[in-house]
């Protein structure tokens, strides 16, 4: 497509344009992002052509053989998200001064709480729901260093993580704790052995997977002084390998007790080899978060100090 004038006005028009850009790109393609629009992919089509026209710039390729970004396209894809970030964050601060709860809140998590007795994150997001309808949430499931970084950089409002070496840059608040266990799968050595006779020695030969990042779990994994040969960014990924019967890992236990009920995994030597993490709810001391997001933080705090 050859490049055209430059734009030098964007328009309520363009910025729906791009919207519908981003959707697609995140649905992976125009058919996937038909339902999430609500439009036809004819229609979506059109969008998208009148955006390339609109910019002078071929965006995507799209037809028989798939879908996908071109170089140009990535980069407008970036420049979209800052542009939409910065709207949103208008459209929050004038909210503001209107004291309206109307905008969105990015909430960001560590792994799986919802088997966690002790959290009541889905009981907070309902209070909070109801205080606030007009509050779009995103909720998405981060690595504890990418939501720090995100923390930081204002792309994340609120982060939900295992305390472990705090930053200055964050408050933290905690709200709610979790047990860790070393386990094993069906299949390893120490499954049906007798651990009696067990010692630290022989769990430290064994195959170990960790955490890989800045956490309590490769904390205590080092502190233990484990045999790492396995490493993972997230609770999932670390239930699967231990579930092989190949690896040894921290889990917590409120996510193994069906795997335990079912005979599928193990505490190893519980009594020594545990730890209890303490979760918080995180955000950045500057600047000042705005009403929405210390509407959804002292949400957390009450309904976890019931």
Same mark, same amino acid.
């Given at each position: 497509?050859?490049?055209?004038?430059?734009?030098?006005?964007?328009?309520?028009?363009?910025?729906?344009?791009?919207?519908?850009? *981003?959707?697609? /790109?995140?649905?992976?393609? #125009?058919? &996937?992002?038909?339902? +999430?629009?609500?439009?036809? %992919? !004819?229609?979506?089509?059109?969008?998208?052509?009148?955006?390339?026209?609109?910019?002078?710039?071929?965006?995507?390729?799209?037809?028989?053989?798939?879908?996908?970004?071109?170089?140009?396209?990535?980069?407008?894809?970036?420049?979209?998200?800052?542009?939409?970030?910065?709207?949103?964050?208008?459209?929050?601060?004038?909210?503001?001064?209107?004291?309206?709860?109307?905008? *969105?809140?990015? /909430?960001?998590?560590?792994? #799986?709480? &919802?088997?966690?007795? +002790?959290?009541?994150?889905? %009981? !907070?997001?309902?209070?909070?729901?109801?205080?606030?309808?007009?509050?779009?949430?995103?909720?998405?499931?981060?690595?504890?260093?990418?939501?720090?970084?995100?923390?930081?950089?204002?792309?994340?409002?609120?982060?939900?993580?295992?305390?472990?070496?705090?930053?200055?840059?964050?408050?933290?608040?905690?709200?709610?704790?979790?047990?860790?266990?070393?386990?094993?799968?069906?299949?390893?050595?120490?499954?049906?052995?007798?651990? &009696?006779?067990?010692?630290?020695?022989?769990?430290?030969? !064994?195959?170990?997977?960790?955490?890989?990042?800045?956490?309590?779990?490769?904390?205590?994994?080092?502190?233990?002084?484990?045999?790492?040969?396995?490493?993972?960014?997230?609770?999932?990924?670390?239930?699967?390998?231990?579930?092989?019967?190949?690896?040894?890992?921290?889990?917590?236990?409120?996510?193994?007790?069906?795997?335990?009920?079912?005979?599928?995994?193990?505490?190893?030597?519980?009594?020594?080899?545990?730890?209890?993490?303490?979760?918080?709810?995180?955000?950045?001391?500057?600047?000042?978060?705005?009403?929405?997001?210390?509407?959804?933080?002292?949400?957390?705090?009450?309904?976890?100090?019931?």
């Amino acid at each position: 497509m050859a490049r055209q004038s430059l734009v030098t006005k964007v328009g309520e028009a363009d910025i729906n344009l791009l919207r519908i850009f *981003r959707a697609v /790109v995140e649905s992976g393609g #125009l058919s &996937a992002a038909e339902t +999430d629009l609500n439009i036809g %992919r !004819s229609t979506i089509s059109k969008y998208l052509s009148n955006l390339e026209i609109r910019l002078g710039l071929k965006l995507c390729n799209r037809g028989p053989g798939g879908f996908s970004l071109t170089e140009d396209g990535t980069k407008v894809l970036a420049a979209a998200d800052r542009l939409l970030l910065s709207v949103s964050d208008f459209q929050a601060e004038v909210n503001e001064i209107k004291q309206d709860l109307v905008g *969105r809140i990015h /909430v960001a998590l560590f792994d #799986l709480c &919802a088997s966690n007795p +002790d959290s009541h994150l889905a %009981r !907070s997001i309902r209070t909070f729901n109801l205080l606030a309808p007009d509050v779009q949430i995103e909720l998405s499931l981060e690595p504890p260093n990418v939501i720090e970084s995100k923390l930081i950089s204002g792309d994340v409002d609120v982060g939900i993580l295992a305390e472990h070496r705090v930053s200055k840059s964050l408050n933290y608040v905690p709200i709610y704790t979790e047990n860790m266990y070393l386990f094993c799968g069906q299949g390893h050595p120490f499954f049906d052995r007798d651990q &009696a006779g067990l010692t630290l020695d022989e769990i430290r030969t !064994s195959r170990y997977a960790g955490i890989s990042v800045n956490s309590p779990n490769l904390h205590v994994g080092q502190s233990l002084k484990l045999r790492r040969a396995a490493k993972v960014q997230s609770e999932h990924a670390l239930s699967i390998l231990i579930l092989s019967g190949r690896y040894l890992g921290f889990l917590p236990d409120h996510l193994t007790k069906s795997f335990v009920e079912q005979g599928q995994m193990k505490m190893i030597l519980p009594e020594r080899l545990n730890y209890r993490a303490t979760f918080s709810a995180v955000n950045r001391r500057s600047p000042e978060p705005n009403r929405i997001t210390q509407a959804f933080l002292q949400t957390l705090v009450n309904e976890h100090s019931q």
